[in-house]
T-cell receptor, first 114, second 110 residues
Framework: DAGVIQSPRHEVTEMGQEVTLRCKPI?????LFWYRQTMMRGLELLIY????????DSGMPEDRFSAKMPNASFSTLKIQPSEPRDSAVYFC????????????FGSGTRLTVV | GENVEQHPSTLSVQEGDSAVIKCTYS??????FPWYKQELGKGPQLIID?????GEKKDQRIAVTLNKTAKHFSLHITETQPEDSAVYFC?????????FGKGTTLSVSS
């Protein structure tokens, strides 16, 4: 099993540009989560999907952030327009049995907005 | 919503000593409490978890205890080794996805 796969590993972009982060969950896992990690705020839940349907997006900072899960094997997190304060490591995780079971995290995408 | 507090933020021990990290949670609906270990440049990795119908769980050198009444749970690592050095996160699961503590940086010196 290749685990949760995220791309790109690193992204440097200019303020105002659109950024798209990608995630492939573990095959057969029905829950997918996006978290953001910063030194100041730690690991923050952005959104989670169950069976491709967004269940809780209360952590999405503002309208500049959007997430989609068009099928069971792919999800995207888009930021448009990006701002320097969006700089963080973004993690995708998946779970086989919902939000109250063990998560497998990807290696993360380190986003730097200059 | 759920709030998870974790202490200490940093912990330094000598190889072979024990390490204890403590967390408290606020939402009595939470019933699942995992612990994750994060090494530099990697994503968090689940190391042990406990559910609210259990008071203690052990896996070799690590153990977790849960006090539902007081709403706190702890991670215990015995016979620490240099490879235990990492950031450790506790988490709690209310009705929605996991809410994480701010992390503890554990340093084990040989």
């Amino acid at each position: 099993d290749a685990g949760v796969i995220q791309s790109p590993r690193h992204e440097v972009t200019e303020m105002g540009q659109e950024v798209t982060l990608r995630c492939k969950p573990i095959s057969g896992h029905n829950s997918l989560f996006w978290y953001r990690q910063t030194m100041m705020r730690g690991l923050e839940l952005l959104i989670y999907f169950n069976n491709n349907v967004p269940i809780d997006d209360s952590g999405m900072p503002e309208d500049r952030f959007s997430a989609k899960m068009p099928n069971a094997s792919f999800s995207t997190l888009k930021i448009q327009p990006s701002e320097p304060r969006d700089s963080a490591v973004y993690f995708c995780a998946s779970s086989a049995q919902g939000p109250r079971y063990g998560y497998t995290f990807g290696s993360g995408t380190r986003l730097t907005v200059v | 919503g759920e709030n998870v507090e974790q202490h200490p933020s940093t912990l330094s021990v000598q190889e072979g000593d024990s390490a204890v990290i403590k967390c408290t949670y606020s939402d009595s609906a939470s019933n699942y409490f995992p612990w994750y270990k994060q090494e530099l440049g990697k994503g968090p990795q689940l190391i042990i978890d406990i559910r609210s119908n259990v008071g203690e769980k052990k896996d070799q050198r690590i153990a977790v205890t849960l006090n539902k009444t007081a709403k706190h749970f702890s991670l215990h690592i015995t016979e620490t080794q240099p490879e235990d050095s990492a950031v450790y996160f506790c988490a709690a699961s209310p009705e929605t996805a996991l809410i994480f503590g701010k992390g503890t940086t554990l340093s084990v010196s040989s």
